[in-house]
Antibody, heavy 120, light 107 residues
Framework: QVTLRESGPALVKPTQTLTLTCTFSGFSLSTSGMCVNWIRQPPGRALEWLAR???????YYSTSLKTRLTISKDTSKNQVVLTMTNMDPVDTATYYCARILSPQSGFDYWGQGTPVTVSS | DIQMTQSPSSLSASVGDRVTITCRAS??????LNWYQQKPGKAPKLVISAASSLQSAVPSRFSGSGSVTDFTLTISSLQPEDFATYYCQQSYSAPPTFGQGTKVEIK
C-alpha cells in the first residue's frame, strides 16, 4: 500500500536552514506522471502548498517562497528532500508530503505530517 | 496565482442536516477542483476530485458539483464523523492553491 512519512527536526532556530525528508513506499517516482509535493499548515490556519517534484525531475515552487526552497529526489531511496533557508518564526507549521498521480490530480495520499517550530 | 475563496468560513449544523460549502476560483479552472476533509491533528483526506468524482470509500452522502469558477461540496445528511474542516484546492495550474477552509461544527 502507499505510505509517505516525513522526517526532520522538530525545532530550528531563526535564520537556520530546515531540511525535511519524505520517505515513501508503494509507488515509484520514476513512473510517468507521478509527483511528490510538500504542503504546510501553520497552527490553526489553512493549508499552503510549497513545492513539487515530478517523475521527470521538473520542479515547481510556491511563488512567495521560491527563493528559499529547494526540492530534490533520490529515486533509488524513494525519498524527496525539501530544504527551506532562512527560517523564521512565521514558518512554524506542520509540514506534509503528499503524492499526486499526475500534475492535475488531487493529493491522494499524505504523510502524517511533521511539526516544526522555529524559535530561538 | 489562482485565488480560491470558500464560503462560509464556518457553519454550525445538526446531525441529519444538509450542508453546502461553496468555492470560487479567481479564474477558470475547468473542473480541476478537489475537496479535502481534515480532522484535528490529522492529515487532510481527499474526498472529491475533478469537481465531482467521489473517492473510493467516501460515503455517497458527499457530492461535488460545478465547473469553470464556481463549485459546491454537499453533504446530504450530516453524520457525527463529518464534523471537520473542509478545503477546496485547484489543480488546474501550478502553483496549486487552497481555499481558506470551512469548519463544520456541531450545533
Amino acid at each position: 500500500q502507499v505510505t509517505l512519512r516525513e522526517s526532520g527536526p522538530a525545532l530550528v532556530k531563526p535564520t537556520q536552514t530546515l531540511t525535511l525528508t519524505c520517505t515513501f513506499s508503494g509507488f515509484s517516482l520514476s513512473t510517468s506522471g507521478m509527483c511528490v509535493n510538500w504542503i504546510r499548515q501553520p497552527p490553526g490556519r489553512a493549508l499552503e502548498w510549497l513545492a513539487r517534484i515530478d517523475w521527470d525531475d521538473d520542479k515547481y515552487y510556491s511563488t512567495s517562497l521560491k527563493t528559499r526552497l529547494t526540492i530534490s529526489k533520490d529515486t533509488s531511496k524513494n525519498q524527496v528532500v525539501l530544504t527551506m533557508t532562512n527560517m523564521d518564526p512565521v514558518d512554524t507549521a506542520t509540514y506534509y508530503c503528499a503524492r499526486i498521480l499526475s500534475p492535475q490530480s488531487g493529493f491522494d495520499y499524505w504523510g502524517q505530517g511533521t511539526p516544526v517550530t522555529v524559535s530561538s | 496565482d489562482i485565488q480560491m475563496t470558500q464560503s462560509p468560513s464556518s457553519l454550525s449544523a445538526s446531525v441529519g442536516d444538509r450542508v453546502t460549502i461553496t468555492c470560487r476560483a479567481s479564474q477558470s479552472i475547468n473542473r480541476y477542483l478537489n475537496w479535502y476533509q481534515q480532522k484535528p491533528g490529522k492529515a487532510p483526506k481527499l474526498v472529491i476530485s475533478a469537481a465531482s468524482s467521489l473517492q473510493s470509500a467516501v460515503p455517497s452522502r458527499f457530492s461535488g458539483s460545478g465547473s469553470v469558477t464556481d463549485f459546491t461540496l454537499t453533504i446530504s445528511s450530516l453524520q457525527p464523523e463529518d464534523f471537520a474542516t473542509y478545503y477546496c484546492q485547484q489543480s488546474y495550474s501550478a502553483p496549486p492553491t487552497f481555499g481558506q477552509g470551512t469548519k463544520v461544527e456541531i450545533k
